[in-house]
T-cell receptor
Framework: QSALTQPASVSGSPGQSITISCTGTSSDVGGYNYVSWYQQHPGKAPKLMIYEVSNRPSGVSNRFSGSKSGNTASLTISGLQAEDEADYYC????????????FGTGTKVTVL | QVQLVQSGAEVKKPGASVKVSCKASGYTFTSYDINWVRQATGQGLEWMGWMNPNSGNTGYAQKFQGRVTMTRNTSISTAYMELSSLRSEDTAVYYCARDHGGGGYDFGRGQGTLVTVSS
């Protein structure tokens, strides 16, 4: 089971929108709606931003939204702010026999 | 509010074992699965396994089968992850995370536990 594929880096200016992709297979992203997204600032624990493809936990800004098409999930951050600069990871349930959940390779978001 | 407080950093020699604790508060401990995730320095997240604190049932990633054991003490709302036969590649920050539902985990702003394996 390989990690889900994310772009290594994405950047944008304050106020802009950016989208991070997360590509898997029909055995994970494409086969289930258990896709989640995490934000991680340096030296901190990951924070759940999106679960079940597009749901936001209480307290997460509505500037963050999630979607899925086929084997690719996406996280969109609108109205980009300096505090959004962080690493982002996707995760998906998988039907692999070797593990239950798989993470993405991670994306560094830079606010220009 | 979910709080997960983990034990402190550990330094271990190759071949040794380490046991990390995760004390939960702010919710009913036995109502949500606990997952363990690790992150090597500068690397991505890696799912290790899960435990149901109510039943004690567990599921481990094949990569760790035979080396990892996840247990709990419900009387003190604490989960444990023990990793044996440590090697240098196990040097990482280990996180516990509560199941959120819908495939998500809540790390509860936990600090993680740095385990360093070095001779």
């Amino acid at each position: 089971q390989s990690a889900l594929t994310q772009p290594a880096s994405v950047s944008g200016s304050p106020g802009q929108s950016i989208t991070i992709s997360c590509t898997g297979t029909s055995s994970d992203v494409g086969g289930y709606n258990y896709v989640s997204w995490y934000q991680q600032h340096p030296g901190k624990a990951p924070k759940l931003m999106i679960y079940e493809v597009s749901n936001r936990p209480s307290g997460v800004s509505n500037r963050f939204s999630g979607s899925k098409s086929g084997n690719t999930a996406s996280l969109t951050i609108s109205g980009l702010q300096a505090e959004d600069e962080a690493d982002y990871y996707c995760s998906s349930y998988t039907s692999s026999s070797t593990l239950l959940y798989v993470f993405g390779t991670g994306t560094k978001v830079t606010v220009l | 509010q979910v709080q997960l407080v983990q034990s402190g950093a550990e330094v271990k020699k190759p071949g040794a074992s380490v046991k990390v604790s995760c004390k939960a508060s702010g919710y009913t401990f036995t109502s949500y699965d606990i997952n363990w995730v690790r992150q090597a320095t500068g690397q991505g997240l890696e799912w290790m396994g899960w435990m149901n604190p109510n039943s004690g049932n567990t599921g481990y990633a094949q990569k760790f089968q035979g080396r990892v054991t996840m247990t709990r003490n419900t009387s003190i709302s604490t989960a444990y992850m023990e990793l044996s036969s440590l090697r240098s590649e196990d040097t990482a920050v280990y996180y516990c995370a509560r199941d959120h539902g819908g495939g998500g985990y809540d790390f509860g702003r936990g600090q993680g536990t740095l385990v360093t394996v070095s001779s």
